[in-house]
């Protein structure tokens, strides 16, 4: 797994084998963020990274000049491996919270310019109505992805 762009752009990230995830490969994530880049200028953006997994999708957004990325999950061994990877980095604007994202969401006090959410099953129970306005959605082979933003906010992206 590599950084694609930024400040990191290139730098190699080896997660172990261990860990109980697979990241985003390196082709989806830099879909995802060619087309981000193109409504989004994540400098001072904040950022929240949910089942952050590695981490792979935390390291880009700080890579691109996020201020301060969030990176939320439940496994202790991708968080230490998160938390060691920031260290090894130098990534001051990177934050780790061990910890589900579902009690993370019912908890937060903080507001987040970007949310993103990489569920390793399928999320159930999830009333978005009233909260998010549909904006896109895009499919790269098995990979999916859709873009929400608040509604009324579709011009200041």
Known sequence: MRIISGRYKRRVISPPNDLPVRPTTDM???SLFNVLSNYVDFSEKTVLDLYAGTGNISYEFVSRGCSSVTA????????????KTAQ?????????????????IETAKNKYDIIFADPPYKLTNID???????YEHRKYGRVNFS???LEGEQKRL
């Open 28 to 30: 989806a994530k830099e």
């Open 72 to 83: 939320v999950d439940k496994d202790f061994g991708c968080t230490k491996f998160i938390i």
């Open 88 to 104: 090894q980095l130098e990534m001051k604007e990177l934050n780790v919270t061990k910890l589900d994202a579902s009690r993370f």
């Open 128 to 134: 978005f109505s009233g909260l998010l306005h549909f």
């Open 147 to 149: 873009f929400f933003q």
